[in-house]
């Protein structure tokens, strides 16, 4: 059974850090992109960031560019996002997804961990 | 950036047919994935590349995608099906890459 365990959320001030991680398992993970989606409370899905399998190619949305930087380690199955200068609309539920590639859909979604940025 | 558009909301009768509709400018060019969203819970895949289903996702569910409008169809709704829906494609030259629909809530009468 494909599993995807997101962990590492929690309260943080404005300008502080976060890492966040995601244990996957059930699958071949060195075989999958990955990516990490959040959602604002009460808001719409917004993508974050994605990591090619090996982690050749990697994209990030404009809004977390500079400030986060998405990672992976196959030997341990895991995948993570280092969240630096957080601000408050950092604020959402996140979720780490695998897609086969890039232009394929998000096949399965952890439980998310929610990060809140607030003083 | 590229902009996906769903109604808001859609409101059908049990054993009604629910549509939802995704507008972007020609995404039938594009493979559009289509995601269900109950309170509290993780979105889940019920239709990817405009029209093929998951394993596990009952065939009341399809979809369709030409010129500027994708659509899911629920066939049959059950009270189950409400929840919120997400349209979704994946853009090479858009920022951000990867482009979330507004959402629709679909509400089951």
């Known amino acids: 059974e494909v599993q995807l365990v997101e962990s590492g959320g929690g309260l943080v001030q404005p300008g502080g850090s976060l890492r966040l991680s995601c244990a996957a398992s059930g699958f071949t993970f060195s075989s999958y992109s990955m990516n990490w989606v959040r959602q604002a409370p009460g808001k719409g899905l917004e993508w974050v960031s994605y990591i090619s399998s090996s982690s050749s190619t990697i994209y990030y949305a404009d809004s977390v560019k500079g400030r986060f930087t998405i990672s992976r380690d196959n030997a341990k199955n895991s995948l993570y996002l280092q969240m630096n200068s957080l601000r408050d609309e950092d604020t959402a539920v996140y979720y780490c997804?695998?897609?086969?590639?890039?232009?394929?859909?998000?096949?399965?979604w952890g439980q998310g961990t929610l990060v809140t940025v607030s003083s | 950036s590229y902009v996906l558009t769903q109604p808001p909301s859609v409101s059908v009768a049990p054993g009604q047919t629910a549509r939802i509709t995704c507008g972007g400018n020609?995404?039938?060019?594009?493979?559009v994935h289509w995601y269900q969203q109950k309170p509290g819970q993780a979105p889940v895949l019920v239709v990817y590349d405009d029209s093929d289903r998951p394993s596990g996702i009952p065939e009341r569910f399809s979809g369709s995608n030409s010129g500027n409008t994708a659509t899911l169809t629920i066939s049959r709704v059950e009270a189950g099906d409400e929840a919120d829906y997400y349209c979704?494609?994946?853009?090479?030259?858009?920022?951000?890459?990867?482009?979330f629909g507004t959402g629709t809530k679909v509400t089951v009468l």
């Open positions: 020609n995404i039938g060019s594009k493979s």
């Open positions: 979704q494609v994946w853009d090479s030259s858009s920022d951000p890459l990867y482009v």
């Open positions: 997804a695998r897609a086969l590639v890039a232009v394929a859909g998000l096949d399965y």
